[in-house]
C-alpha cells in the first residue's frame, strides 16, 4: 500500500485498495484520493489533475499541472535505492506477492523508515515557528506562524512546504506537534 510510505504523515481522505469498475463515479469525487484499479477508464486516460502510478510498468505520469518538488527528494532517494534493490531481488517469481521472507520485510521496513525520517525533517523546525497561550494552563493553543515557519526554510523548499501547509496531512501533524 502507499499509504505507510507517507508517516509520519496520515491519509485523511478517500482511500480505496482496489475500486470496482462498477464504481468508477468516485473518480469524479473533488476530493483528494488513492484508489487501485486494475485499469484508468478511457475518458481519464489525458486526465489533466490526475497523478497515475502504473505500478506493474514502474512509471508514474505526473498531473500536468506543475507540482513543487519534495525537498531533497535526491538525497531520499538515494538514500532508499540499495534497500530498493534489495526489496527487487528479494521477489520470487514462483512465491505469490503477498507471501514475504525476512529479507523482504527488513527492506521494507528500513525504506519506510527512511522515508519517516525525511519526511519527519520537512517539519523539525515547526515548533520554533510558532505562538503558545502559557496563561491557560488548561485549554493551551499554539499558533503557528505560517510566514516565519516558510522563512526559516531554504529558499529552494518554499513552494513545496507552501503548498504542503494548506494540507489536511500538515494540519494533523501540526496538531501532534504542538499537541
Known amino acids: 500500500s502507499i499509504v505507510p510510505l507517507i508517516q509520519p504523515f496520515e491519509w485523511h481522505c478517500l482511500y480505496i485498495p482496489l475500486l470496482p469498475t462498477s464504481m468508477h463515479g468516485f473518480l469524479e469525487a473533488p476530493v483528494p484520493f488513492i484508489v487501485g484499479m486494475l485499469s484508468l477508464p478511457a475518458h481519464f486516460q489525458d486526465s489533466d489533475d490526475l497523478a497515475v502510478v502504473f505500478v506493474e510498468e514502474d512509471r508514474i505520469r505526473l498531473p500536468k499541472i506543475p507540482l513543487p518538488l519534495l525537498p531533497n527528494s535526491e538525497i531520499m532517494m538515494s538514500d532508499i535505492k540499495?534497500?530498493?534493490?534489495?526489496?527487487?531481488?528479494?521477489?520470487?517469481?514462483?512465491?505469490?506477492l503477498h507471501v514475504t521472507n525476512c529479507v523482504q520485510d527488513s527492506a521494507v521496513s528500513n525504506i519506510l523508515s527512511r522515508i519517516s525520517a525525511h519526511l519527519i525533517a520537512l517539519t523539525d523546525n515547526l515548533k520554533a515557528c510558532t505562538i503558545t497561550d502559557v496563561n491557560d494552563k488548561v485549554n493551551q493553543a499554539?499558533?503557528?506562524?505560517?510566514?516565519?515557519?516558510?522563512?526559516?526554510?531554504?529558499p529552494q523548499h518554499r513552494p513545496f512546504l507552501a503548498a504542503f501547509m494548506d494540507t489536511q496531512m500538515f494540519a494533523i501533524r501540526a496538531d501532534e506537534i504542538l499537541g
Do not use: D, G
Open 82 to 96: 540499495e534497500l530498493s534493490t534489495v526489496l527487487r531481488n528479494a521477489f520470487n517469481s514462483s512465491t505469490p
Open 142 to 154: 499554539a499558533l503557528i506562524l505560517k510566514n516565519a515557519f516558510l522563512t526559516a526554510a531554504p
